[in-house]
């Protein structure tokens, strides 16, 4: 895959705390240049083992690469967590810190893809102090106690966890961790992580022997609470699938101080989960098989064909990957217009699309997924879009589009959409005349000769 330009560091940036801070490009690469370099003199050709995070606020720290709004020197050691990771993130998008590729794979289709993907990060919204989206920058709750899987602290069995806020420097013994060999759960790094409490349980050293142990379920939902917490929602990146057409959303930075990960992973100890990774069970048996859900769908859209007033659209389930809206969400349906016939008198009739695939994704995801409910709402919403073709015009389809548009917008924020649509039509004028050139060349050649001639 082609390196993505290289970026420079933005002179200014809007952070989630409503500070503004200036940074230098050339000092923190001359910067990032000492550390790594120092880190490879310790540890010989390979670097030691300090986490990215870490090494990440040594290049904050370097002389004249962070300031205040005023231009003071400012120690990243005093700024909250989601301050200095939207900073590290912009570190890795410029190229300043090395972001090696990521191993993925498309969630909707399964086709291997690799991405480093804060090179792919919109900081637009940074830039220009756009931080006012009522979703991607609201702040985490700092006062409430979040619910969680059970597990057992002490002689009680807790559900919630209560976070408070972390600096830099608080969270200190968790950001040098370098996520190799087992992450030992100890007091100072409860304290680091900010985990105030479990449940009512609020003694550092109680709180460390529970996570030791807790389940997975309860490990992976503190771990995404922390994320939450720590990592403002506008810090992802959006990968569009080659073969599909997908949108996969990617973490930026990739690298984060605590994995996605069970704990006992990260201990290389075995791991007893049969099953498919990230669905229990039970989820996997609640899902209708292939044939109980297409008895479903012609259920639901006989009686909504009837209720409607229409016939005569075909019905097809699709087992195969989902198609994709302009955005790139797989499509529960999709409703295609019939043809009328062509040179050998074939006609199409229209046609209904249920993707079963989608379904059971979005099944496994929300436990509180209703399927027939969702079946027979898909289907309406389809039979709606035939109704409008028929009469000519589809305003759902125009919502839905702008729906699309509208959420594009708040992730890349208003002035960098502006400033690619005046870049857009520049191109274009610059295309036309490139392609163009000879004939207004030849234009401009008869109106200087016809002008001599009539001279004469």
């Known amino acids: 895959m082609p390196k993505p330009a290289e970026r420079l560091l933005p002179a200014q940036v809007h952070l989630p705390s409503g500070a503004v801070v200036r940074l230098s490009d050339a000092a923190a690469r001359a910067q990032a240049q000492a550390v790594l370099g120092a880190a490879r003199g310790r540890g010989g050709d390979e670097p030691a083992p300090i986490g990215r995070c870490a090494r990440d606020v040594e290049v ?18 005093g700024l909250p967590l989601p ?10 998008s410029a190229g300043v ?17 690799e991405v480093a993907p804060s090179g792919l990060l919109e900081i637009g919204p940074f830039t220009d102090g756009e931080l006012d989206d009522p979703e991607l920058d609201r702040p985490f709750d700092f006062g409430a106690s979040h619910p969680i899987p059970a597990l057992r602290v002490g002689r009680a069995v807790c559900r919630s966890v209560r976070l408070v806020e972390r600096t830099v420097d608080e ?14 759960v100890t007091p100072s790094l409860v304290a680091a992580m900010g985990i105030a409490a479990l449940g009512r349980e609020r003694r550092a050293s109680v709180i460390a022997d529970a996570l030791a142990g807790a389940p997975d379920d309860a490990w992976a939902a503190i771990v995404d609470l922390y994320h939450e917490a720590r990592y403002p929602a506008r810090l992802f990146a959006v990968h569009r699938c080659e073969a599909c057409g997908a949108r996969n959303d990617l973490d930026v930075p990739l690298e984060r101080e605590l994995a996605r990960a069970p704990l006992r992973a990260l201990d290389e100890a075995p791991q007893d989960t049969p099953g498919e990774p990230g669905a229990t069970a039970g989820q996997g048996s609640a899902f209708p098989d292939l044939d109980a859900f297409e008895a479903r769908v012609r259920a639901a859209a006989e009686r909504i064909y009837e209720a409607r007033g229409v016939r005569n659209i075909d019905l097809f389930i699709d087992a195969g990957v989902p198609a994709c809206d302009d955005g790139g969400e797989p499509l529960l349906g999709c409703y295609t217009p019939g043809t009328p016939a062509d040179e050998l008198g074939i006609a199409r009739p229209p046609e ?46 125009d919502e839905e589009r702008e729906q699309i548009e509208r959420e594009n917008l708040r992730r890349i924020g208003h002035a960098e959409a502006v400033r690619r649509a005046r870049r857009g039509a520049l191109s274009d004028i610059g295309g036309f005349l490139r392609a163009t050139w000879p004939a207004w060349l030849i234009a401009a050649v008869g109106t200087a000769l016809a002008w001599c001639a009539g001279g004469r």
């Open 60 to 77: 904050l720290a370097g002389p004249s690469v962070l300031a205040d709004a005023r231009g003071a020197p400012l120690d990243p050691l």
């Open 83 to 92: 301050d200095a990771h939207v900073l590290r993130a912009l570190l890795a």
């Open 97 to 113: 810190v090395p972001e090696e590729p990521g191993a993925y794979t498309c969630e909707n289709c399964g086709a291997p893809f």
């Open 171 to 184: 969270a200190m013994p968790l950001l040098r961790w370098s996520g190799e060999g087992a992450l030992r």
């Open 352 to 397: 209904i699309r249920i993707f079963y695939r989608t379904f059971r994704t979005e099944a496994r995801e929300d436990p509180g997924f209703d399927v027939d409910a969702e079946i027979a709402e898909t289907i309406d919403h389809e039979v709606v879009h035939h109704l409008h073709h028929l009469a000519g015009s589809d305003p759902l389809d």
